[in-house]
């Protein structure tokens, strides 16, 4: 046989076995369309915004193929209509998927970035030079993707300012920032700076907007709400072209909304909290979410962040958290240098070693409990958990070991000294009590008016002593009086509770009643000594200062207002004061209002003295010599009082609080 003959057979059976390749392959992707066609409609299915465009298309071409797709008719059509929709309210961000329906000059002219890109998208932006082909500034951007990327080209680009921004936020949410405060504060100066300059890679992007506002904001920069002015009316973000409003968008705009800290100047932030909360609301009733997850973040997003404490939602995060988590948009992104294996061990690990530390501390908690001998003096075994657990809330870094311990037996203090004050005592016990501690060094010439003083002032005068001299180490300086005189301020309000306002039946005024209250809840006492055990040296000068004043005053105002609103009716029961009372019996204009009426009044109040401490806490004042850390005692402090206040009394009668006990101390993240 010639050997052209035996070259031309030999080729004919590559082409033929080529062919045969291909229709296996054919074959292969029928079957599957086949098997899968059913995930097209159905809402758990994680998919691509714009899918019902792009996929539409793909039909399309197939149809003109002469190819026999094995769909069901009815999903075909479905899919179709849901395109048509999709298209009329965002044709040009899934312009690759219609093609030449699209008017690409006009789409240009409006939506091209100063990279040359549209929305960042190389998909889009190849669509946009396929269609128009004369646009310059489209061929740079392309190129310049390929000359970084080589031979193959990212979802979306660039990332740089998402990348910056998922990083701080996951490691913060991680629970892992202690670690990584240098790179993370120049992740931030960078933002900031890109913030000022209008970056158009933060400021074309709903998402990245809302973060960068959030993270600056709560990171003590100076941004305004004004930035966000634009997100105000729903439906300007729900149908602006290229702004396609994902439930991510929305999710993160409302977490950025929930940091008003100006009645007048944040009224932007007030705007769309009520329309992303109203949007997302209404999604979850209409389960109206691409996934499982997504419902999930929404659901934890609409409770108020400042309901909660650090290391729950850290354990929470680590637990929700996957190494090959990604966000999805027209395609699938993932950052490996956010989402990955290591940080999530890291994480993890960390998480133990807290646990561990924090079971040890709870154990000398329960000996200075036994060695105290408390349940004598009625304080139940819980509340070792519950003012522990309050302690790790407020005071969350592992290396200030002595403050949560401080904070908890002082909670546990206060909260013996409340009920002797509360009726346990006898007028005359509660005199010789604050004569004692009057004369603190020379109390043994006071002497004792029953077993029950001599009990409590026993564990309570050596209690003080322990933490002042632990105190007066770590600041290098006498600190004993002021504590003695914080406790002194506590006790001496609490009779005026007892005597002139409960045995006396006399009503104080408001302003009255919120000055005694806050102070006989520990806003002063307990916050302030809290400062003494953080390891910086702070003076009475600033301990005196207006700025502690007016943190102490709104941090108390919160504290009261929440406790009220959760035990009115007992303490009505008890005849009380409470300030629904008051303000039932006190209205200004001389008629009384109604129960209703007296709450949304006390909400209002809580609500303005809340966003009063906030902004102290993260404003900057002028000439300020207190530390940072000093006012997160308080801001912390506050959120730890929602937490506890915001559905009942956990304090008194823990529920939710015994869960979680259990989650940040006891059960590892393994199981």
């Not at 892992?176 to 890109?194: G, Q, T």
């Not at 001299?469 to 600041?475: G, L, P, R, S």
Request: hydrophobic letters at 40%.
């Amino acid at each position: 046989m010639p050997i052209q003959y035996i070259i031309s057979f030999f080729g004919l059976y590559i082409f033929y076995d080529y062919l045969l390749e291909e229709f296996l392959h054919f074959l292969s992707g029928l079957g599957f369309i086949e098997t899968y066609g059913w995930a097209v409609d159905n809402k758990d299915q994680i998919s691509p915004l714009g899918f019902e465009v792009i996929f539409s298309s793909m039909i399309k071409s197939a149809e003109k193929l002469y190819l026999n797709l094995p769909l069901n008719l009815h999903l075909v059509n479905l899919v179709k209509c849901k395109r048509d929709s999709t298209i009329k309210r965002n044709v040009e961000y899934m312009g690759e998927g219609v093609g030449e329906l699209c008017d690409w000059k006009e789409i240009i002219k409006l939506h091209q970035r100063q990279n040359g890109s549209l929305f960042d998208s190389p998909a889009t932006t190849a669509a946009a030079l396929i269609y128009h082909q004369h646009d310059q500034k489209c061929y740079q951007y392309l190129n310049s993707i390929l000359k970084q990327h080589k031979n193959w080209v990212p979802t979306m680009y660039p990332t740089k300012v998402h990348s910056l921004l998922c990083l701080v936020d996951t490691l913060q949410n991680l629970g892992v920032h202690r670690h990584f405060k240098s790179e993370i504060k120049k992740a931030l100066d960078e933002i900031y700076s890109l913030w000022q300059q209008k970056n158009e890679e933060i400021f074309s992007n709903i998402t990245h907007c809302a973060m960068a506002f959030r993270l600056l904001r709560m990171s003590n920069y100076d941004v305004s709400s004004d930035e966000l002015a634009e997100f105000v009316d729903e439906k300007r973000v729900l149908t602006t072209s290229g702004k396609y409003a994902s439930h991510v968008e929305i999710l993160e705009l409302h977490k950025a909304s929930q940091l008003a800290i100006d009645q007048e100047k944040d009224d932007i932030l007030d705007k769309i909290n009520n329309w992303t909360r109203t949007f997302m609301e209404q999604k979850l009733l209409n389960k109206g979410f691409i996934d499982r997850m997504s419902m999930k973040e929404v659901e934890l997003a609409l409770r108020k962040f400042y309901t909660t404490y650090d290391r729950a939602e850290n354990r929470r995060y680590i637990k929700s958290y996957e190494e090959n988590n990604f966000k999805i948009l027209k395609a699938a992104y993932r950052s490996p240098n956010i989402n990955n294996k290591d940080l999530l061990i890291f994480s993890i690990h960390d998480f133990d070693l807290c646990q561990a530390q924090h079971r040890e501390e709870l154990q000398q908690l329960k000996r200075w409990f036994e060695d105290c001998r408390l349940d004598q003096l009625e304080l139940p075994e819980q509340f070792i958990y519950t003012t522990y657990l309050i302690g790790i809330a407020v005071v969350s870094e592992p290396e200030f070991s002595n403050a949560r311990l401080m904070y908890a037996k002082y909670v546990m203090l206060l909260t013996i000294v409340d009920d002797l004050f509360d009726g346990f005592a006898s007028k005359d016990e509660l005199l010789n009590i604050i004569q004692l501690v009057e004369r603190w060094d020379d109390y043994a010439s006071v002497g004792y008016n029953s077993e029950r003083v001599k009990v409590f002032f026993s564990v309570f005068y050596k209690s003080i002593e322990e933490l002042a001299t632990i105190a007066e180490i770590k600041q290098g300086r006498y600190v004993k009086n002021h504590l003695i005189n914080l406790w002194l301020e506590v006790m001496k309000c609490m009779l005026i509770e007892r005597i002139e306002w409960w045995t006396s039946k006399t009503i104080p005024s408001i302003e009255e009643y919120l000055y005694v209250t806050s102070i006989t809840f520990g806003s002063r006492l307990i916050p302030l000594t809290t400062q003494y055990f953080l390891g910086i040296k702070i003076s009475k000068d600033i301990l005196e200062s207006d700025e502690i004043c007016g943190l102490c005053n709104c941090t108390g105002i919160v504290m009261r207002l929440l406790n009220d609103l959760q035990t009115y009716k007992r303490e009505q029961g008890e005849s009380s004061m409470n300030l629904v009372t008051i303000l039932m019996t006190q209205s200004p204009r001389r008629t009384n209002i109604c129960e209703e009426e007296a709450i949304m009044k006390i909400k209002e109040i809580l609500e303005m003295n809340r966003r009063e401490l906030l902004k102290m806490v993260l404003v900057q004042k002028k000439g300020s010599q207190l530390p940072q850390l000093c006012k997160e005692i308080f801001w912390r402090t506050s959120k730890m009082v929602y937490f506890t206040y915001s559905h009942g009394d956990e304090y008194r009668f823990p529920e939710e609080m015994k869960n979680h006990i259990d989650e940040v101390i006891y059960k590892p993240l393994n199981h």
